[in-house]
């Protein structure tokens, strides 16, 4: 039922069978995801706080718990619900992971530094803390080590979909100009993403705005209506689309675009007034 954007359907039978059964990790994170989906994002809270209570040692509920903190900008919380991730799983380098992330987004650059570098301590065979390592120094202004950083690590795991596209970001942010070597090995990191993950939507986006820039309309039309498809909430996506549906001359299609983008602006700008994120009972 979830899965075919029956969300409340799903919710009510979650709920008859948390009434009468004892509640286990899967079954609350279960109807943490169907609360989340049809928009009960408190209850999907409380179901996945339940859930680590539980079973402390599953570290996706905490994960999940900290992202849903991240998208209404509840930075202290996600920190607080790894934190105590943490406690109970203390050499995952996931957690330390996620909780750099959400360190650095928060602007507390030296706990993200400490965080992320354990991450890489713990697991260096993983890619993803040498990738928010390199982000980190994109937002810190210094893309040429971000880029030396990035393309080690897609060396390394060349079917990487993220860490392709960070790579491709980094060199067009550092001032890569068209038709220079420099956007060649944009492109290319971008074309390796799409083939490394081709459900992974943001590269899609990228990609568009470089025929776009080509006046490759109708090429960059493609893969933005893929990137729609895939993600039907980013409103890069529709605002790019909207654009090069102009161009096309497609006004009809250009005006949906618009009001789409408005209805998700509109619904983001709805959340983060509705929803009020509690943190809970520290454990």
């Not at 060349?158 to 596209?165: C, E, F, I, K, L």
């Amino acid at each position: 039922l979830i899965r075919n954007n029956q969300s409340a359907a799903a919710s009510k039978i979650l709920e008859d069978f948390l009434s009468i059964h004892t509640h286990t990790g899967m079954m609350l994170s279960l109807a943490s995801e169907a609360y989340l989906a049809s928009g009960d994002v408190q209850k999907a809270i409380d179901c996945l706080r339940e859930a680590t209570v539980i079973e402390p040692k599953i570290e996706e509920n905490y994960i999940d718990l900290a992202e849903i903190c991240t998208q209404y900008d509840a930075y202290d919380v996600g920190i607080e619900v790894l934190g105590a991730g943490l406690h109970a799983l203390p050499q995952s380098d996931r957690l330390y992971f996620e909780r750099g992330v959400l360190e650095e987004m928060k602007g507390d650059s030296q706990a993200a530094d400490r965080d992320l570098g354990k991450a890489q301590q713990l697991a260096p065979q993983h890619s993803m803390a040498g990738l928010a390592l390199g982000v980190q120094m994109m937002q810190e202004g210094n893309l040429p080590q971000a880029i030396t950083e990035l393309k080690a690590k897609a060396s390394k795991d060349p079917r990487n979909s993220v860490v392709q596209y960070m790579l491709a970001e980094a060199i067009l942010e550092n001032g890569a100009t068209p038709h220079s070597p420099e956007m060649d090995q944009a492109r290319k990191a971008l074309l390796a993403s799409t083939s490394g993950d081709q459900t992974y939507e943001p590269p899609l986006v990228s990609l568009a705005k470089l025929d776009a820039q080509d006046t490759n309309f109708q090429r960059a039309y493609e893969l933005l209506t893929k990137a729609v498809s895939l993600a039907p909430q980013d409103s890069s996506a529709w605002s790019e689309l909207a654009i090069v549906d102009h161009r096309l001359g497609l006004k009809d299609q250009a005006a949906t675009a618009v009001q789409r983008l408005s209805e998700i602006n509109q619904k983001q700008r709805d959340d983060r007034h509705r929803v009020q994120i509690s943190s809970g009972q520290s454990r």
